[in-house]
């Protein structure tokens, strides 16, 4: 059975760091592109960034671009985002997303808030 679990979401002031962590379960890791989605109260899910199999191809949404970089260490089968210079508007949970077989997989979230 597929499982992803996030951890590393919490509460951080304008300007700071937090890296958020998915840990992948139950399936072949290194075989599928993993990607962070983040949805903010009221708003839609907003893709964030995509990496690849080996991490060689990243792709990120224009609103992170230079501040966030998703990584991944397959031999842990765990993908990572580490967030910069993290802005009020990045407040949401974040999901880490795989899709199997055209079967989507999402993990249950991680909150982040930025706030004075």
């Known amino acids: 059975q597929v499982h992803l679990v996030e951890s590393g979401g919490g509460l951080v002031q304008p300007g700071g760091s937090l890296r958020l962590s998915c840990a992948g379960s139950?399936?072949?890791?290194?075989?599928?592109?993993m990607r962070w989605y983040r949805q903010a109260p009221g708003r839609e899910r907003e893709l964030v960034a995509t990496?690849?199999?080996?991490?060689?191809?990243?792709v990120y949404a224009d609103s992170v671009q230079g501040r966030f970089t998703i990584s991944r260490d397959n031999a842990k089968n765990t993908m990572y985002l580490q967030m910069n210079n993290l802005k009020p508007e990045d407040t949401a949970v974040y999901y880490c997303f795989t899709n199997i077989l055209k079967n989507e997989y999402w993990g249950q979230g991680t909150q982040v808030t930025v706030s004075s």
């Open positions: 139950g399936f072949t890791f290194s075989r599928y592109a």
């Open positions: 990496i690849s199999i080996f991490g060689s191809s990243t």
